[in-house]
């Protein structure tokens, strides 16, 4: 059972070896740190593997934290390197729901709910979160489902 939880990452341990031997400075950079913070995350939680989720919760945050940037430097260079970081961050993710999919799940919540007010916004996300689960962008849903209910 241990064993189907360390899949992604040990592919991303895999992939920094592979690219420190390829001499892609970047990707062993930013994956032997991705490697090390996620590895963290079931060590402090009771010195175990960590699971996929977790792993893709600090990819996310990686990912997060290059947006972030994104938006604040102006070094051209380091630009190009955000953003090729971040390529190699959502090529480790699965593929987010479409927005005409979740859309359409909020339409169905919706559809079900006795009232429709901004108070039963919870149930709408936690409807979606259930169908989607990480694979849905909470900031963009809950705009959705704010505006469907209003």
Request: aromatic content about 4%.
């Amino acid at each position: 059972d241990e064993k189907e939880y360390a899949v992604l990452i040990e592919q991303l341990r895999k992939d920094a070896l592979d690219a420190r031997k390829k001499g892609n400075a970047v990707a062993a950079s930013l994956l032997v740190t991705l490697v090390s913070e996620a590895a963290m995350v079931g060590k402090n939680a009771g010195n175990r593997e960590s699971t996929d989720d977790e792993v893709q919760a600090v990819i996310r945050k990686f990912l997060k934290n290059n947006q972030e940037a994104t938006g604040v430097i102006r070094d051209t260079a380091r630009l190009a390197t955000l953003q090729e970081e971040s390529r190699i961050l959502e090529s480790y993710l699965p593929t987010m729901a479409s927005e005409a999919e979740v859309r359409a799940a909020i339409a169905d919540a919706v559809a079900g709910l006795e009232s429709k007010s901004p108070k039963s916004m919870g149930q709408v996300m936690a409807a979606l979160k259930k169908r989607f689960g990480a694979n849905l962008d909470n900031a963009k849903a809950s705009a959705w489902v704010r505006e469907s209910l209003s």
